[in-house]
């Protein structure tokens, strides 16, 4: 019997097609933080807008994987497309958030040198770097109960979070600005364990329990504000990995073991 490859070919652009939204808000979050330097004044809401393209390209890559193993349409090319996606999202474009937002004016003068070294420009590539490091780790090898290292969406997400911050809550110190880049940079290239939540919750999701659920994060969303939910979770899931390692620790000590 003959079998027609392209006969299923359909159910892979689906999940690629969210992959691909994936890819062009990233792109467009890059774009939007660029247009800072040219609008004086309204920089704060080009940073807001930049920020919302990242954390709705979140929920694209959130989806496109789910989607794929729902409609048995999981393929290598479309591993190789999301992880892409996740290196313009949630590598470039908070980069280059940062450096728009905070980076772009820390420069070294070198004597007789008509150019200052752009140290800004050096530290926002610290976060594609590690981004790009990490995912390329996951492609090569990677365990199906736990990630090695903070996953880039959510090292993304915690950068696109800082112009919500400054809105509500004023100007932020630099100095937390950049410890917050460069933690969540370097927890992305870490051996830090951190669980796959969405593994555990689909296996035992039915339409009962995702109603309730939805519930739930409608009425929190509604109370709180969306972006204070989605930040809290972000928080929570970060702390999960440290807390976790801090666990291990303490039980290789010959103290804990005695007792």
């Not at 330097?37 to 994987?65: Q, V």
């Not at 980076?103 to 004597?111: A, E, G, M, Q």
């Not at 420009?121 to 990677?142: D, E, G, K, T």
């Not at 039915?206 to 928080?235: C, D, E, P, Q, S």
Request: aromatic share 16%; glycine share 6%.
């Amino acid at each position: 019997m003959k079998i027609n490859p392209t006969k299923h070919l359909w159910r892979t652009w689906i999940p690629n097609g969210l992959s691909i939204g994936n890819l062009v808000f990233g792109f467009f979050s890059i774009v939007i933080s660029s247009h800072s330097l040219k609008s004086p004044g309204h920089e704060l809401n080009l940073f807001l807008l930049a920020a919302l393209f990242i954390i709705i390209a979140a929920f694209f890559d959130g989806m496109d994987g789910p989607l794929a193993r729902a409609l048995n349409a999981q393929s290598p090319l479309g591993s190789h497309l999301d992880s892409l996606a996740d290196l313009t999202t949630f590598g470039l474009a908070p980069g280059a958030l940062m450096y728009f937002m905070y980076l772009s004016d820390i420069k070294y003068p070198i004597s007789g040198w008509k150019y200052p070294l752009p140290i800004g420009l050096i530290i926002a590539s610290l976060f594609p770097i590690c981004a790009a490091y990490r995912l390329a780790r996951f492609n090569v090898a990677h365990d199906s109960r736990s990630f090695t290292g903070l996953p880039s969406p959510v090292a993304g997400l915690s950068v696109a979070f800082l112009p919500f911050l400054t809105k509500y809550a004023g100007p932020l110190p630099l100095k937390f600005t950049l410890s917050l880049f460069i933690i969540m940079a370097i927890l992305m290239v870490s051996n830090i364990r951190y669980s796959k939540p969405q593994a555990k919750f689909l296996a035992h999701l039915n339409w009962l329990r995702l109603f309730f659920f939805a519930v739930v994060v409608v009425l929190l969303m509604l109370w709180l504000g969306w972006y204070w939910v989605i930040l809290g979770v972000t928080i929570l899931y970060i702390f999960s990995g440290l807390v976790s390692l801090f666990l291990n620790m303490l039980q290789k000590i010959p103290f804990w073991k005695r007792h």
